[in-house]
């Protein structure tokens, strides 16, 4: 398994641009699925975006795209989440998780990744 902390994130108006960003330690992370997640209050973990090992593979929920971007980098074992013309429907607490294996297919099911961050507060403001 990974280690993986979250950082970035914070309060933004609607419109605006944020990124979140995930550190990975432990084990080869080129080899690992990197996925992120939100859960707003009152609500179910959802499946955000997802990028394969090499980063050449991404996949994006319906509501995000082209908002948001997904990259990583395998050298320093970080992967970012720029998020831009927010809403406040954006609003939860963000969570970049991990599987050892591939793309496709994509797995939006909170309960298939292995690892989890401690997660990341993103807050958009009407």
């Known amino acids: 398994q990974v280690q993986l902390v979250e950082s970035g994130g914070g309060l933004v108006q609607a419109g605006g641009s944020l990124s979140v960003s995930c550190a990975a330690s432990g084990s080869t992370f080129s080899r690992y699925v990197v996925g992120w997640f939100r859960q707003a209050p009152g609500k179910e973990r959802e499946f955000v975006a997802a990028i394969s090992g090499s980063g050449g593979g991404t996949y994006f929920v319906d509501s995000v795209k082209g908002r948001f971007t997904i990259s990583r980098d395998i050298a320093k074992n970080t992967m970012n989440l720029q998020m831009n013309s927010l809403k406040p429907d954006d609003t939860a607490v963000y969570y970049c998780?991990?599987?050892?294996?591939?793309?496709?297919?994509?797995?939006?099911?909170?309960?298939?990744?292995?690892?989890w961050g401690q997660g990341t507060q993103v807050t958009v403001s009407s």
């Open positions: 998780a991990a599987y050892y294996g591939s793309l496709p297919p994509i797995r939006v099911d909170p309960d298939k990744y292995d690892s």
